[in-house]
């Protein structure tokens, strides 16, 4: 049979402070061209972002700000689904359903669970180990095909799908098997300290990391201080963790191949190569910063947007969610649609 729907986009992002270039480039930045090929859905991840702890007056204005943040980076919300992830329900309600359909051991293998409790030793609570089955219950309730994200998503990923396959082959075909959807280059972009770690808005070293809106000026200072080599050829090799790094980042932003990038700074020192890096990222960065302090400060504007984002998010997943209930043999409830 073939099927001829148009292919649906899900993705998501904590809202847990300003957006770092690795968000940028690894998913961010792809997903507003997608809008026009595909179904696409997007979410600020807030109920992920309680997994560890946050200050709720700060979580509240880290939402919005996320929620403007995406707006700048050309999230439509007249082309996409854009919401709330806490504004939806069924993403709650599905994930217990498919925790049911989760074993103990595949979520004691997930890489993020492991690096996360080791790093809040005080706080290893239940939300931080079941994460990936609301992340699995996000994507899963809007039958999405496709899931554009970096590469340290993809384990997670791959959870969702065996959840879908298990739960299909208990239940019959109900779930879609998602794939995901990871850029060629930029998927992973690391730390500019310490570059064998990804970039993180976590990272305690302000340098490591460059956040969407800094000022042009700390932009190219960070990555003046970027960590690179005691050589001063400018190549992709094994080893050469800081410069490969760095030449990731300008091939993402430029569209550049590493040939293309070896023989523009043939001869040329690593200081030259930092300054057009960061002058380059910037430049790059300069519309996201308007367009963040535009639609920040238009507060009706954000709530308009959201409210619309979060009916049409429930409309499309309650009717999922709810034949979802059914194949599991719940005792259908005419007041859930
Ligand atoms: P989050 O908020 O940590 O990151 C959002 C997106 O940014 C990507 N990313 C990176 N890409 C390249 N280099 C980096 N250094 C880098 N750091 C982060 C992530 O891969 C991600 O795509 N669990 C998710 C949010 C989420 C989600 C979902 C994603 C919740 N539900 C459903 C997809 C589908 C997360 O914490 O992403």
Redesign the pocket.
């Known amino acids: 049979m073939s099927d001829d729907r148009k292919k649906v986009i ?5 809202p ?1 402070g300003t ?2 270039l ?2 940028y ?4 930045r792809n997903w507003s061209p997608l809008q026009d090929e595909y179904n696409c859905i997007y ?1 600020i ?1 807030d109920l ?1 972002a309680i997994t560890v702890k946050q200050e709720p007056k700060l979580l509240r204005q880290h939402t919005l700000e996320a929620y403007a943040l995406l707006l700048a980076c050309g999230i439509d919300p007249n082309k996409s689904i854009f919401f709330i ?1 806490s504004h939806v329900r069924t993403h709650v309600e599905l994930s217990w359903i498919l925790s049911c359909s989760t074993q103990f051991g595949e979520l004691s293998r997930m890489t993020q669970f492991k690096d996360k409790s080791a790093k809040h030793t005080d706080d290893v609570n239940a939300g931080l180990f079941t ?1 990936p089955v ?2 699995a219950a ?2 899963l309730a809007y039958k999405s095909d496709l ?7 993809k384990q ?2 791959e959870l969702a799908r065996n959840i879908a396959q298990r739960f299909n082959s208990r239940y019959g075909d109900t779930l879609v098997v998602p794939e995901p959807y990871i850029p060629k280059t ?5 730390s500019l300290q310490d570059p064998t770690k ?3 808005k976590s990272d305690e070293n302000p340098n490591a990391c460059i956040l969407i809106l800094d000022d042009k000026d700390t932009i190219v200072r960070k990555f003046k201080r970027a960590v690179t080599d005691s050589e001063s050829e400018v190549c992709y090799r094994e080893g050469k963790d800081g410069i490969n790094n760095l030449m990731s980042i300008y091939s993402s932003v430029t569209g550049k191949s590493f040939d293309e990038i070896t023989s523009e700074f043939a001869g040329k020192g690593y200081g030259d190569f930092k300054i057009a890096v960061g002058e380059t990222v910037a430049d790059a960065l300069a519309s996201v910063r308007d367009g963040f302090n535009r639609y920040i400060n238009d507060k009706a504007y954000l709530k308009e947007c959201y409210t619309k984002g979060a009916e049409m998010a429930l409309k499309v997943s309650s009717r999922n969610v709810s034949k979802v209930y059914h194949k599991v043999g719940f005792v259908d409830n005419e007041l859930y649609r």
């Open positions: 899900f993705s998501a992002i904590q847990t957006f770092t690795g968000n480039l690894g998913a961010v979410a991840a992920h992830q994460y609301l992340m996000d994507i899931v554009p994200v970096g590469q340290d998503q997670h990923l930029g998927a992973k972009i690391m990804k970039m993180s």
